[in-house]
């Protein structure tokens, strides 16, 4: 049987549940309104129930303003606001969905319904049959073979609109309902339409003729009254196509992986349908036992001589876990509201900050709490430690040493974890249940500011309580897996590292970027006349069903060129990787161009000046150390390691990058080819390694080799192939990518592969061998120990097979590689504080880290840099670090 993807339009399912019971709102007996919470859980039961997703995936709207609304303010002006009591709801729905196990997906500046076409489009893909279940009409542009809507009526899921359903309702096939609901308009949405054109002079029209731009193409064949609405709303009617048109190509955070039913947590939804006194849903669950919440000694500190007795046995405490309370998740602008302690099992204090401060005089209080920190002799450590030490640092305290962190035990140990927060770990680890924050924000609260210390304190104990149990089970553990030196020498030091970094940020040029954001419009403008100049006829770019048809349908350039083309369930692929292989046409050319800036517009240039911190007047990044699989840092909110280089726009946008202090320059530090270094450390390759250490061009002499000729003979094209090989071959490449990419044949790309393992014979034998040992232990590791679990190794299927094999073939030299800039940084960091250097790191971006540096420390800073970076590890070739200086980063790189 198939497996199918049930995308449910959550923001619909909500508001049918709270109006369903408008006449008798559902409250609870200390008057919480819970209709929504009620309704949705009822819906999702029945869903389970009913029609046994394989994959589920919820999309919520989120309050900020998309594309629509700045396109057309008045777009969906006439809704009122979320209506206070499903407001109330909210952190209680998100409750109900985290212990449903629901993947749940909202991103702001997107709409639900941007967010179900992405994910239709790229998942369908994969051989699902998608279910949206959705009342909305505009979703069922989607509607084709392998995707199918569920609109909830009286009998839930009775009403299934399939292309042949779509068609027998609006009047036209689901391909051209764009055009008809844009004619049509929307009065929900404030959609104008054409005036006077309903549902069926819209189905009439469309039967006639079979578009927008037919219909204005033959306006003379229209009855007067007709031609005057159509000329005279012209420019609304486009408006319209726009706002109604579905963004495909929203990059949705999740793989499909993510979105596989898992079993709900029942003990949680036991506890949350008590507490909303749902009790048919709670009878439903039946009676297993609850997990255990932690049994816990915990105490609230209520005067200043329970808080000195509570710093003495601190002081006298060898292993502190140490968590803080604080006002939001975002630590440069959160308040401190409170700090807990635990130094054995089941015991845990408090101590209120503001009360404290009262007792003891702010500024004695952060004496206090900085000389505890401070003492050699005690190890402290939390939960992603590195949120708690930038809000020591906001409040004043001089943070601890970081002795141990559970969120980086658990990434280092169980990598491949979908949860890492407490409460995951928590029930993962110890069988334990925790307070779930929501009931802290129940009942109207909006802040931890509002909390009563009495529970906030329970709350906060309880956090440092279980990080302390998690420690000492995930201390033995490691040491038992080979992981303790990892964790002691490269993870645990980062931490301080990037506290610096994310509090330094980094500045951006606003006026530079305002001006690219004019000028990459009018590009986009330009570009699409061009296209449409190119096809012929007028098209909406971001509808992959109108650009498949006029490209492959009306042009026929698979057949022009001579080129195969993958085809869908609605039509010929159109995303990025299969229009690639058209690039020399001029219409796709000139769709890749707009695609690719249309990207870098929405995704930097419009978006980077809104999260310039008014405090400090630069960006300020997340770094996330137990994120990737491979140890590879990653970067969020923004993502500043996404930025391109290799292309024109991509540098224009990092020369809107610049130091944030006066007399300061950027000095950018990439390690050139560390993973091609990596690998002949690794595998041993003697030809490689005598490469590599002569300072010969790799590309070069391997070209030499695979078409044996002189070195001085060697060509540009023979050098760009070898090149790609280098550094495909890290990766896993095989012939087939190696044929796509280079446009050779597939005989020639074995050849070329062949020839290559020829001559570096070390490395296929490296590779033969992580492939047995990864078959034989499900894993792989780094040179510094890090683990990859790898269950799907051995999997039957070839392509599932396949994938795993590349990733046992690329983690050791990816993996090594993040391992070895983490240990450069950590190096840096110390020489630069001890020299007393007022040189600081900026970012990290792969290989490369960004600094600001003064000028008169230029020359002194930059040998550094490359002393510190190129001694970061010992290995068989030499590393080699390039070091450029600017007064942007593009000038620095």
């Given at each position: 049987m198939r497996r199918n993807l049930y995308l449910v339009d959550g923001s619909a399912v909500l508001y049918r549940s709270h109006f369903a019971f408008s006449r008798n709102p559902l409250?609870?007996?200390?008057?919480?309104?819970?209709?929504?919470?009620?309704?949705?859980?009822?819906?999702?039961?029945?869903?389970?129930?009913?029609?046994?997703?394989?994959?589920?995936?919820?999309?919520?709207?989120?309050?900020?303003?998309?594309?629509?609304?700045?396109?057309?303010?008045?777009?969906?002006?006439?809704?009122?606001?979320?209506?206070?009591?499903?407001?109330?709801?909210?952190?209680?729905?998100?409750?109900?969905?985290?212990?449903?196990?629901v993947t749940v997906l909202r991103m702001p500046g997107f709409e639900a319904d941007d967010l179900?076409?992405?994910?239709?489009?790229?998942?369908r893909k994969e051989g699902l049959e998608v279910f949206i279940v959705s009342g909305d009409k505009d979703l069922c542009q989607l509607v084709g073979e392998e995707v199918t809507v569920l609109a909830p009526g009286k009998d839930q899921f009775a009403q299934?609109?399939?292309?042949?359903?779509?068609?027998?309702?609006?009047?036209?096939?689901?391909?051209?309902?764009?055009?008809?609901?844009?004619?049509?308009?929307?009065?929900?949405?404030?959609?104008?339409?054409?005036?006077?054109?309903?549902?069926?002079?819209?189905?009439?029209?469309?039967?006639?003729f079979p578009s927008i731009e037919?219909?204005?193409?033959?306006?003379?064949?229209?009855?007067?009254?007709?031609?005057?609405?159509?000329?005279?709303?012209?420019?609304?009617?486009?408006?319209?196509?726009?706002?109604?048109?579905?963004?495909?190509?929203?990059?949705?955070?999740?793989?499909?992986?993510d979105l596989a039913v898992r079993p709900p947590e029942v003990p949680r939804l036991r506890e949350l349908y008590d507490r909303l006194e749902f009790r048919q849903l709670r009878a439903e669950l039946g009676e297993e036992t609850l997990p255990p919440r932690p049994a816990g000694n915990y105490h609230l500190i209520g005067d200043r001589a329970e808080a000195e007795r509570l710093f003495a046995l601190l002081r006298q405490s060898a292993v502190v876990a140490v968590d803080t309370e604080t006002t939001s998740l975002n630590p440069l602008e959160a308040e401190l509201l409170g700090v807990s302690f635990s130094v054995a099992e089941g015991e845990a204090f408090f101590l209120p900050w503001r009360t404290a401060g009262v007792?003891?005089?702010?500024?004695?209080?952060?004496?206090?709490?900085?000389?505890?920190?401070?003492?050699?002799?005690?190890?402290?450590?939390?939960?992603?430690?590195?949120?708690?030490?930038?809000?020591?640092?906001?409040?004043?305290?001089?943070?601890?040493?970081?002795?141990?962190?559970?969120?980086?035990?658990?990434?280092?140990?169980?990598?491949t974890l979908a949860q890492k927060n407490l409460d995951a770990l928590a029930l993962h680890y110890l069988g334990l249940r925790k307070i779930p924050t929501s009931r802290l924000l129940s009942g109207g609260r909006t802040s931890m500011a509002e909390v009563p210390l009495p529970e906030l304190a329970e709350y906060a104990c309880e956090d440092a309580d279980v990080t302390l149990r998690l420690h000492r089970l995930f201390d033995v553990e490691l040491e038992r897996r080979g992981l303790s030196t990892l964790y002691r020498e490269a993870e645990l030091p980062l931490v301080p590292v990037l506290v610096a970094m994310e509090a330094e940020g980094v500045a951006i040029d606003s006026g530079r970027l305002a001006v690219l954001a004019e000028e990459f419009s009018r590009r986009l403008g330009t570009l699409e006349t061009e296209v449409h100049a190119l096809a012929g006829e007028e098209f909406n770019l971001n509808s992959p069903r109108q650009l498949s048809t006029i490209l492959f349908d009306k042009l026929s350039i698979h057949k022009l060129l001579g080129k195969r083309v993958r085809k869908t369930s609605t039509g010929y692929s159109t995303d990025v990787q299969a229009l690639a292989a058209f690039a020399e046409h001029p219409l796709v050319g000139a769709i890749l161009d707009y695609r690719s800036l249309a990207k870098l517009k929405h995704g930097y240039v419009d978006t980077l000046p809104a999260l310039v911190s008014s405090r400090t007047g630069r960006v300020h990044t997340s770094f996330n150390q137990a994120v990737t699989a491979t140890g590879r840092l990653s970067s969020s909110d923004p993502n500043l390691q996404n930025i391109p280089i290799r292309t024109a726009e991509g540098r224009r946008i990092r020369d809107c990058f610049v130091p944030s202090r006066p007399g300061e320059v950027l000095l950018s530090a990439d390690y050139s080819q560390i993973e091609l270094r990596v690998l002949?450390?690794?595998?041993?390759?003697?030809?490689?390694?005598?490469?590599?250490?002569?300072?010969?061009?790799?590309?070069?002499a391997t070209a030499a080799a695979i078409f044996g000729v002189p070195l001085a003979e060697v060509k540009a094209e023979q050098r760009?192939?070898?090149?790609?090989?280098?550094?495909?071959?890290?990766?896993?490449?095989?012939?087939?990518?190696?044929?796509?990419?280079?446009g050779i044949s597939l005989d020639e790309a074995k050849s070329f592969i062949a020839q290559y393992f020829a001559t570096y014979p070390g490395i296929s034998a490296f590779f033969e061998a992580v492939l047995s040992i990864a078959r034989s232990e499900q894993a792989v590791r780094t040179m510094l120990g890090r683990i990859r679990p790898l269950p799907e190794i051995n999997a039957k299927n070839p392509q599932i097979r396949q994938n795993a094999e590349r990733m046992a073939i690329n983690t050791p030299i990816q993996g090594s590689a993040a391992d070895l800039i983490k240990l450069a940084m950590i190096a840096l960091h110390r020489r630069l504080t001890g020299v007393g250097s007022r040189a600081?790191?900026?970012?990290?971006?792969?290989?490369?880290?960004?600094?600001?540096?003064?000028?008169?420390?230029?020359?002194?800073?930059?040998?550094?840099?490359?002393?510190?970076?190129?001694?970061?590890?010992?290995?068989?070739?030499?590393?080699?670090?390039?070091?450029?200086?600017?007064?942007?980063?593009?000038?620095?790189h």
């Open positions: 409250v609870t007996s200390t008057g919480l309104p819970t209709s929504a919470v009620f309704g949705l859980a009822g819906f999702l039961a029945r869903l389970f129930r009913e029609r046994k997703p394989d994959h589920l995936l919820l999309a919520l709207d989120t309050p900020t303003p998309t594309f629509r609304h700045r396109l057309y303010p008045a777009y969906k002006a006439n809704r009122q606001k979320m209506p206070e009591d499903l407001v109330q709801q909210l952190p209680l729905i998100d409750e109900l969905l985290e212990a449903l196990s179900i076409a992405s994910a239709t489009r790229r998942f299934v609109l399939d292309a042949a359903a779509v068609e027998q309702k609006f009047g036209v096939p689901p391909d051209r309902l764009l055009d008809w609901l844009a004619l049509v308009g929307d009065a929900s949405d404030n959609v104008p339409g054409v005036p006077g054109i309903g549902p069926k002079k819209a189905t009439a029209l469309l039967s006639r037919e219909l204005y193409a033959h306006l003379e064949e229209l009855s007067p009254a007709d031609r005057q609405r159509l000329e005279n709303h012209r420019e609304g009617l486009a408006l319209s196509q726009r706002l109604i048109a579905l963004d495909e190509d929203v990059p949705l955070p999740c793989a499909l992986a007792w003891f005089g702010t500024e004695e209080l952060r004496r206090h709490l900085s000389e505890l920190f401070a003492r050699p002799g005690t190890v402290f450590g939390g939960q992603n430690l590195k949120y708690d030490l930038h809000i020591l640092r906001g409040a004043g305290v001089v943070p601890p040493a970081v002795g141990f962190d559970t969120l980086l035990a658990a990434g280092l140990l169980n990598p002949a450390h690794l595998s041993g390759d003697t030809r490689l390694i005598q490469t590599l250490r002569r300072g010969d061009d790799i590309h070069a760009g192939r070898a090149k790609t090989i280098n550094f495909g071959i890290i990766y896993g490449m095989g012939p087939q990518r190696l044929a796509r990419e280079q600081r790191l900026l970012l990290q971006v792969h290989d490369e880290l960004l600094l600001s540096v003064p000028e008169d420390e230029v020359a002194v800073t930059s040998t550094l840099v490359r002393e510190v970076m190129e001694h970061a590890a010992e290995l068989a070739v030499p590393l080699l670090v390039e070091v450029g200086v600017g007064r942007t980063w593009l000038e620095a």
